[in-house]
């Protein structure tokens, strides 16, 4: 029985080697650039083939890694969501959106090259499917979310509510991957800080959930 | 003379196939997931180095395809911009960074594949600073756009202007490529129109460049 827990501790310990050197190298180079040999090698993984071994195919890793994220965003989104009380305005909401992604990066530190890869997933044509299940299936706090902003917003048009909800999804990414690249290389900043970097975006997308709805006859 | 001019529209109509074929799989499959190859046998070319022949590597062809768009848009807002008064408010000036970009896939019609295109390569790590560069040479009017905000917007501090710029920016690419990814799938979308989009856009953006700044101590 020792012997087989020592087994899975190391399985486990190539998976997040494998999983920290993917990341990076797609963050970097682009999910599509990078091979999943050099996924291996930069692991320390002597077996080229253990990205499929221990994942299948790129898409898996793609997939778990997203899935990671996405449970790690929830965790904060629930527990921010746990506070909110009877009196929560449009931004007390808008911040349970925007604070647990900004958290989570913040707390990946040097490690963070989530926002780099998320944006890429989300613009490609094959790999959008597979993490917006991830994030769906992870983020069950999403609809206590959308309730609340719906009843702060009573008069706004579903299919503008919608609209709306898509644009401060990808404000969010965006901008995370913004900060995050300019960090990465060093380059100028907007706000000095995450917090900072969130409150921006809130100062935003609190106004653009209020904008008025211009309609044409 | 006459022998060479028609070779020459021969050449032209060529690389007009290779940069339509392109875009398409681009938007279709993924910028790196389409070989040369493919986009070669796809324009009904019987040689395999027709994209090399014409444009060179990927990364040439990505940055032709950059450039075509962004002078078509430019055209478009060049026109905008002349016809801005001086009375010109801050929705005048939000408009002329709206409208150029969804008139321009309007016109496009079913061989949009422009907004998916572009969403892609904003997010690629090596290719972003590519079309940067072309975006940045074919549109010198966005000056003007920026000094128009800037009269509307005097006490903006000049971070929140240039970090406003960016979500700006994302907001059109990542909307247009909602928009055009949806009618591309026969999805349902949240606008009738290229036309309400961008008046939808519009309304967001406006209201994101007035909303105030939050500043912590």
Known sequence: MAGRTRRDEQVSATREALLIAAERLFAEHGVHAVANRQISEAAGQGNNA???YHFGTKIDLVRALARRHAEGIEAGRVRMLADI???ADLRDWVACAVRPVTRHVEALGASSWYGRFIA???ADPA???VTSEEFAAASPSMQKLQDGLNRCLPDLPAEVH?????MTRHLITQMVAER????ADNAPTSRASWRETANG????V?????APVTRED
């Open 120 to 122: 890429q997933v989300t």
């Open 50 to 52: 253990a990205v499929s």
């Open 201 to 204: 975006l809130i100062d935003a």
């Open 162 to 166: 919608a609209e709306r909800s898509v």
């Open 85 to 87: 009380g009877d009196s």
């Open 127 to 129: 790999l959008r499917a």
């Open 206 to 210: 609190v106004a653009l959930w209020q």
């Open 180 to 183: 995050e690249r300019a960090l």
